[in-house]
């Protein structure tokens, strides 16, 4: 059978990582998908660059609808990243009748709605895998492999460059912006690296997997986003005495009030998995009421692990375009029904209702009977506490200092009870610096 045809829409770090990794293992994709896959035609806007990976006998133009207009092209992947000329660009290949491959979680976060009701009208599959947690095939395990549960929870380090970040800073003491360039050299980091130093690309990935595992449409716009921008460094050092660790979560849950879908910087115990995934690497945890807890654990940025991605939802789509109506395998396929049905039961949770439990950092005068004043006032409003850590004060500002930190963990508290509180606890005199607040996530 000939083999299908597949356009490429941007050849950078994930389309030329695709073409590589395609033409590597052509004989073992072949075999697998029970028919060849050939990129046949690319369009970059830099032509020259483009035509150094692919070599001679592919076609390179400058302008990708060349490639929507051929009526060759079985399958567009869209790599070129961002909401704007890659919406149109999806919607056009929809429209000319042809199945979308993306890694875009941007466009998908935000847009997604119309992009599936658009294939679902035409009939096309769009298929994303390498949107969230790049190479780790978490959009399969949560359409496929759990399809049997109702999943009560997923949370994730879903962000390889802050994850690198936060590592680096930890274990060789760095700054933040030298790591940072050295995310974006490696190219962990988005065209525009604030969409993850800011918990944006988090925050789409977690938007993506909330509307699979929950059947919910995709509602980034409702998302709480905090990135990691605001973390000080003996932040890091008090969760580590304390028997934490400071990651950027993903988090997307099942309450009594609806789904809760959040981006922040949480305490982990040291001693969960996810505490110790270092580096550019992700880890996405999904519990399910049947299967428990699972893990998932890979490169969740790059150039191959990202198109290790791409190229599964190619043989998807290949073996479920090719086989006829009889033997089609519809689990394999992509189902946006489960996206657009909106069910308006189940409506994003305000932050204000979201039950945690939180690490807490209070500059105070070092003067006696500070630490009974707090406590009573986080008491009078039901909060009770884990742990305390109070520090000498020599040992925070130098020798004969005034001031010192109090570090509180509390035990799980509604967050409207806890800003109400904390507003309190700032007025207090002794209090001498805006309070520092992080939640804090058991995952059990
Ligand atoms: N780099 C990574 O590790 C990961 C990236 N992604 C996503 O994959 C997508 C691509 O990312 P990268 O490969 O890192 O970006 P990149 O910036 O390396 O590559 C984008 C390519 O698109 C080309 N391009 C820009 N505008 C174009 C246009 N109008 N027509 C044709 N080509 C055009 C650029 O010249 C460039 O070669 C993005 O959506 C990104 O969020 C997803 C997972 C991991
Ligand atoms: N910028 C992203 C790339 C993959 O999605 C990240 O750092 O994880
Ligand atoms: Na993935």
Known sequence: MKPLQVGLLGIGTVGSGTFKVLQRNQEEIRHRA????????????????????????VKVVGDAREVIANPQIDIVIELIGGYGVAKTLVLEAIAAGKH????????????????????????????????????????KALREGL????????????????????SEMRDKGLDFDTVLKEAQRLGYAEADPTFDIEG??????????????????????????????????QDIKYAEQLGYRIKLLGITKRSAKGIELRVHPALVPSKRLLANVEGAMNAVVVNGDAVGTTLYYGKG??????????????????????????????????????????KGDLPIVPMSEVVTSYYLRLRVADEAGVLARVTSLLAEAG???????????????????????????????????????????????SVLAPIVRIRKEELS
């Open 34 to 57: 029970g028919r060849g896959i050939e990129i046949t035609m690319v369009a970059d806007l830099d032509v020259a660059r483009a035509k150094a990976v692919v070599g001679e006998g």
């Open 100 to 139: 979308v491959v993306t890694a875009n979680k941007a466009l998908l976060a935000v847009h997604g709605t119309e992009i599936f009701a658009a294939a679902h009208a035409k009939g096309v599959m769009v298929a994303f895998e390498a949107a969230v947690a790049g190479g780790i095939p978490i959009i």
């Open 200 to 233: 944006v690309d988090a925050a789409h990935k977690a938007t993506l997997m909330s509307a699979i595992a929950f059947g919910i449409p995709v509602q980034f716009d409702k998302a709480h986003v905090e990135g990691i921008t605001k973390l000080a460094a």
């Open 301 to 342: 940025a790059g150039s191959e692990p990202t198109a290790s991605a791409v190229i599964a939802d190619l043989v998807d789509i290949t073996r479920l375009h090719t086989a006829d109506t009889e033997h089609r395998v519809p689990h394999l396929a992509f189902h946006p029904e489960a996206i657009l049905a909106n």
């Open 383 to 429: 909060i009770s506490i884990d742990a305390v850590l109070q520090r000498e004060a020599d040992e925070v500002g130098g020798e004969g200092s005034t001031q010192t930190d109090l570090i509180i963990l509390t035990h799980d508290t509604r967050e409207g009870t806890l800003d109400e509180v904390l507003a309190r606890v700032q007025g207090l005199p």
């Open 147 to 166: 399809t049997a549960n109702s999943i009560q929870w997923i949370a994730g380090i879903i962000n390889g460059t802050t994850n690198f970040i936060l």
